[in-house]
C-alpha cells in the first residue's frame, strides 16, 4: 500500500573509481532513502570490475593500455590516494549489502532478499563498459536483474555505444522488468523497441539531488578554496594530453588564475607555476572542486552536469564539431537546458572576462525552470515504480 516501506535492493556501478559512477550510485540511494524504504546498495563488484580499478597498472587490456599506464608511473602516489579515498566514501556513504559479490551466480543468494529491485544508473547494460567489454554475455545477468524474484525496475540505465543487434540480445530480459528508463532520450526508443515496453526518460541521478542536497548529505571539505582558480575535469588519454597541457598554460596565463587539473586518464600532469594537478581528489575532494572553481572547462558528461547543478560558468570542450557534440549526451542535456552556446571547440573561444567574473550564465532565465521539471518526472517515476503505484 502507499507509503508502507519496502525493502529495495540497488544495484549499478557503485564501486568504480570513477566520480559519476560512484555519485550517481549515491544519489540513488540517496533519494529511495528519502521516500521512506530501506536500501541496500548490493555490493557487487564483478572480477573484471575489481581488476580494472583495483590495479593501477598490467590491467589485461592489451599493449596500448598498458603502455598508456606506464606515463602514469611519476603519479603513482596520488593515484593510491584517490583509490584510497573512493573505498573509504563507498564505505563511509553506500549502505552496502552484508556480503560482497564477485561472480553473477552468486547473486542467487539475494534472490527474495527485496521486495523491489532497482538496476541502474550507469552504463550498466552497455557490453563496452569497462566492467563488461572482456567477459561474456552473462556478466551483465546480475544488472539485468535476472537474479530477481521481485518487482524489477530501471532507473536512467545506459546502453550508450551498443549497436541494435547487440540491444536485440537483452529485449527479452528487460522485457521481464515492471518499469523501464533510461538517461537519455535517444536510448528510450531503442529499449522500446527490443522490449515492448514504455521506456521512461528521466534525468541521471546526479541531478535528482539538487546542489544544496549535495552540499547537505556530503561533506566537501575546503579544497583548493583560498584562491580563484578554473576547474579542468577531462577524460582524455596520455596520447593527447602534452599538448592540451600546453594549451591549459596559455589558457591559466590569460584568464590570471591557476587550473586544477584533474584528468584520471592521463594524470602526469607537467609541474608548473599555472597548473595544478588534483588527481588524488575522491568523490568529496571531486566536490569541493566543483563547489568552489570559479568557472569549469570540462569533456566530460557528469563534470557537465555538474557545473549545471552547481551554477558554474562552464564550457564543454570537444575536439570535434560543435553539430557532433549536439549528437553526443553532453550534447543532448545541453540542449534540452538551453546551454548550446556553452560548446566550445577551442581554448581561445574562452572570454577571460566570463572567467574572471563567474556570472556569465543566468540559469534563472530558463535552465533551472527545464531542469526542476526533469527532477521532477524522474522523481515521480521512481515513487510509482518503487511503490507500485498508480498515477
Not at 541496500?40 to 575489481?50: A, C, L, N, P, Q
Not at 552496502?96 to 550498466?124: C, M, R, T, W
Not at 560543435?322 to 577551442?346: A, F, P, S, Y
Request: aromatic share 8%.
Amino acid at each position: 500500500m502507499a507509503g508502507h516501506p519496502l525493502n529495495v535492493g540497488i544495484i549499478t556501478y557503485h564501486a568504480a573509481y570513477n566520480y559519476g559512477s560512484v555519485l550517481q550510485a549515491y544519489a540513488t540511494q540517496t533519494k529511495i532513502a528519502s521516500m521512506g524504504h530501506h536500501v541496500t546498495m548490493i555490493d557487487y563488484r564483478s572480477e573484471e570490475g575489481e581488476r580494472y580499478y583495483r590495479n593501477l597498472y598490467f590491467r589485461g587490456q592489451g599493449l596500448k593500455s598498458t603502455l598508456a599506464d606506464m606515463t602514469m608511473l611519476p603519479v603513482a602516489t596520488k593515484r593510491k590516494l584517490r583509490m584510497e579515498r573512493f573505498e573509504r566514501f563507498i564505505r563511509e556513504n553506500m549502505r552496502l549489502s552484508q556480503n560482497q559479490y564477485h561472480k553473477p551466480g552468486e547473486l542467487g543468494k539475494l534472490a527474495d532478499a527485496f521486495d523491489v529491485a532497482v538496476s541502474g544508473s550507469d552504463q550498466i547494460i552497455n557490453k563496452h563498459s569497462n566492467e563488461l567489454e572482456r567477459v561474456g554475455w552473462g556478466y551483465m545477468d546480475p544488472y539485468l536483474l535476472a537474479w530477481a524474484q521481485c518487482r524489477k525496475i530501471s532507473y536512467a540505465s545506459s546502453p550508450a555505444t551498443m549497436t541494435d543487434e547487440e540491444l536485440d540480445r537483452i529485449g527479452p530480459a528487460l522485457a521481464r522488468f515492471d518499469a523501464l528508463s533510461a538517461r537519455e532520450r535517444s536510448a528510450c526508443g531503442k529499449l522500446e523497441r527490443v522490449s515492448g515496453k514504455h521506456v521512461e526518460h528521466v534525468c541521471d541521478p546526479t541531478l535528482l539531488l539538487t546542489s544544496d542536497e549535495w552540499l547537505e548529505h556530503v561533506p566537501v571539505g575546503k579544497t583548493m578554496r583560498e584562491t580563484p582558480y578554473l576547474l579542468f575535469y577531462s577524460l582524455l588519454r596520455p596520447k593527447r594530453a602534452v599538448g592540451v597541457f600546453n594549451q591549459l598554460k596559455e589558457l591559466s596565463q590569460r584568464i590570471g588564475m591557476r587550473i586544477a587539473v584533474l584528468t584520471p586518464m592521463a594524470g602526469n600532469v607537467p609541474k608548473c607555476r599555472e597548473l595544478v594537478n588534483v588527481l588524488d581528489a575522491g568523490p568529496e575532494e571531486f566536490l569541493s572542486l566543483m563547489r568552489y572553481a570559479q568557472a569549469v572547462l570540462t569533456d566530460s558528461y557528469h563534470g557537465t552536469l555538474f557545473s549545471i547543478n552547481f551554477h558554474k560558468t562552464f564550457w564543454v570542450y570537444t575536439e570535434g564539431t560543435k553539430e557532433h557534440e549536439l549528437g553526443t549526451r553532453r550534447g543532448q542535456v545541453l540542449q534540452e537546458l538551453g546551454l548550446t552556446d556553452r560548446i566550445i571547440t577551442d581554448f581561445t573561444q574562452i572570454p577571460s572576462a566570463e572567467v574572471k567574473n563567474g556570472t556569465a550564465i543566468d540559469y534563472s532565465a530558463g535552465a533551472d525552470v527545464i531542469l526542476q521539471s526533469m527532477r521532477d518526472r524522474s522523481i515521480a517515476y521512481l515513487k510509482k515504480s518503487v511503490a507500485h503505484q498508480e498515477n
